[in-house]
């Protein structure tokens, strides 16, 4: 029904700004939640970001905030996640996730989820 496909990853120095696309194939994109999780190795997945479906109101964890913004254009149904000042311990592996009612924190209130795209912070 949704597949999502993140791109943009990859090399980045401290300080520095990347932006991941995640860009989805289906026609309900505007329905769903959309979100950004990220996992480390060895640690568990946790969610970074969520804009929901209707007023697209916009939730942070606390160790981005100020630092990312998420965003959607649903003409052409992607998803964002702008990412500034970052630090090494963003290093992680990226994964856009979409839930048919609302945002939530935890992984299991996700419908779908893209394949992930590594993002490495290091000088």
């Known amino acids: 029904q949704l597949q999502l496909v993140e791109s943009s990853g990859g090399l980045v ?3 520095g700004s990347l932006r991941l696309s995640c860009a989805a194939s289906g026609l309900t994109f505007a329905d769903y ?3 950004w999780f990220r996992q480390a190795p060895g640690k568990e997945r946790e969610g970074v970001a969520c804009i929901s ?3 697209g ?3 942070y964890v606390d160790s981005v905030q100020g630092r990312f913004t998420i965003s959607r254009d649903n003409a052409k149904n992607t998803v964002y ?5 970052l630090k090494f311990e963003d290093t992680a592996v990226y994964y856009c996730a979409a839930a048919e ?10 419908d779908y ?3 992930g795209t590594q ?3 290091s000088s």
């Open 57 to 59: 109101s916009t939730y």
């Open 53 to 55: 479906r209707v007023d």
């Open 81 to 85: 996640l702008q990412m500034n000042s």
């Open 119 to 121: 993002v490495t912070v």
């Open 113 to 115: 989820w893209g394949q």
């Open 13 to 15: 120095q401290p300080g």
């Open 101 to 110: 009612v609302k945002c939530s924190w935890y992984p299991q209130g996700y």
């Open 33 to 35: 939640a959309m979100a």
